[in-house]
């Protein structure tokens, strides 16, 4: 039932759409079967239990609700986790490497040849 006692059936029945489930799916809309609006999606993660949220589409307009909130298990996607984590361990790495090259900057007025650094340890262009 949504606000106002209607269901959501009577109302597309009567506006003639189509409604449709999703199987679970994660923030990047990992999971999803049907394209639906970005916007939707990240509305979704912020919305409580059973409100309708809309959001317009190429060619359609959206609305849609959650029905059952599912935690994510690290367990459950351990290819997903690995390459979250080499992207967080390399995100580290970089800040530290220009917190350092700032800091040698400031202090002692030395610059880094980013590109021979590269060079020295075999880096292709992943570094800014």
């Given at each position: 039932q949504l606000k106002g006692g209607k269901s959501?059936?009577?109302i597309a029945?009567?506006?003639?759409?189509?409604?449709?489930?999703?199987?679970?799916?994660?923030r990047t809309g990992q999971g999803l079967e049907m394209e639906i609006p970005g916007e939707l999606v990240?509305?979704?993660?912020?919305?409580?239990?059973?409100?309708?949220?809309?959001?317009?589409?190429i060619g359609a307009h959206f609305i849609a609700?959650?029905?059952e909130?599912?935690?994510a298990g690290a367990g459950t996607?351990?290819?997903?986790?690995d390459a979250i984590r080499q992207q967080i361990g390399a995100g580290?790495?970089?800040?530290?490497?220009?917190?350092l090259a700032s800091a040698l900057q400031a202090r002692l007025g030395v610059t880094i040849d980013r590109a021979?650094?590269?060079?020295?340890?075999?880096?292709d262009d992943r570094a800014p």
């Open positions: 959501l059936q009577s029945e009567r506006m003639k759409a189509r409604i449709s489930k999703t199987k679970p799916f994660d990240q509305n979704l993660f912020s919305a409580e239990k059973r409100v309708a949220l809309s959001a317009p589409g609700r959650v029905r909130i599912k935690a996607d351990k290819q997903g986790v580290i790495g970089n800040d530290l490497t220009d917190g021979a650094v590269n060079a020295y340890f075999n880096i």
